[in-house]
């Protein structure tokens, strides 16, 4: 299988990481991941660093292992997922540091770094749980 | 609207040892048999499948009468798409009797889904978000927060369908189950268990439609499509394969596409006496009951506690078991309410009958990406 390579998913921000998001130029519309024109009027988005931290909107537990291309260790682990709100919006993300039924509508969640490929290159993200430095 | 449906044809819905395609030929000749109509006295046809084969090839089958036929596909309301160009075709003037077929044979299991099929980055797959039943668990999962309803209302909705598809000869599932063992069952997705989902499956469904004008001189039973109504989402809703959503929901596709479809019926929710809704999981069924109209956001357990659901309730809803006791044979699913319907209102539906002869019915389906189709029929 291919490398996943997401270049440009996270960027470092005076030593902080966070998700590259997108902006609308006009409307002020955001979006994530980067893309290059506003889902809401068609307008070109410039690139943003979204909040590294947020408190979480909606939540599940993925329990049955995913089709191909599903990339996860092998024997399959089941893992929490949810909505992660950022203010601007809601960035759907993989949850880690709780059990996973003991997830709540309203948790804190702050970014973290997902797993990397061969090379060595971080290819997706998590939300963990814990406060950090939400949307301002 | 001035379309009628004049004959109405399934196969069965299941696993079966027969190709899609057969499935679709099988549902296509009850359905004109139905009608007392000949495959070359058709003048337009429409169909779609998303893995049983290409619908148009039906022709090598039914006959190379050189009539038109379009193949659409629109996720889960890829029937209603069909159904849909069917009755522009006659509205238009260009068809006299239109056929609409669907049929699928998938295969076990969730669907697989590409990420660049959809515009999305290989990561978002990759990483496992981008799963259909995860997607439903999400989306009520914050609904039952919101409106603060009873996640135990999941289980009786499935129970209610699988009730009346215990007693649907053409359905898959065919055994009750009380709520208790539903909430019970094997956690696929948080809140919603394994028999909270409908299954991919395979089946076969069609009608036969015409002005309605020749449908009151062909037969005394036609049913009037009042309305069919198919919207696309707008900005902001809540949609399958969403890396991100809005900070604002807006109100799904569905919401809009009833709304149209009621009015241009010139009735409303209150005057239907049956109605088929997507129920592709137990969440599904809760929204949509609310999102066309039935209820407030938030009743649904007034409705559902009540029996108004039943077959002998006031508002009869999935009679057939809906996708929770048939499966989802993606294109023949949305054909098989809007038979289940004209069984309903012609008095032949069996063992479901609902009593005291229903004079209107309504149909809903929604699907990925964000579109629904919804129609109004009457007796």
Redesign the interface.
Known sequence: MSDVVASGLIVDLDGEERLMGARCERCATHAFPLQATCPRCGAPMSAVALAAAGTLWSWTVQRLEPKPPYRGPHPFEPFAVGYVDLGVVRVESRLEGKPLSEWQIGDPVRLAAGPANEAGEIWSYRFVSGAGRGPE | MSVSIVGVGLHPFGRFDISGREMGLVAARAALADAGLSWDEVDFAAGGSRDGGHADSLVSDLGLTGVPFVSVYNGCGTAGSAVHTCVQAIEAGTAEVALAVGFDKHAR??F?SS?AEYGL???Y???????T??FF???I??YL?DHDLDPMLLAEIAALALRNGSITPHAWRRRAMPADEIAAA???????TSFMFCSPSEGGAAIVLTSTERARQMSARSIELRALAFRTRR??TFEVF??????DIAAGATVDAALAAFETAGIGPEDIDVAQLQDTEAGAALMHLAECGFCPAGEQDRLIRSGALAIDGTLPVNTDGGLIANGEPIGASGLRQIVECVLQLQGRAGDRQVPGEPRTAFTQVYGAPGISVCSVLAR
Do not use: C, I, Y
């Open positions: 299991g969730a697989a990420a980055p290989d990561w797959a990759a990483d496992g978000m981008m799963v039943t995860q668990a999400l989306k999962q914050r927060h094997t956690m696929v997705n948080d809140p919603l900005f902001g969403s890396p991100w959503l809005a900070p």
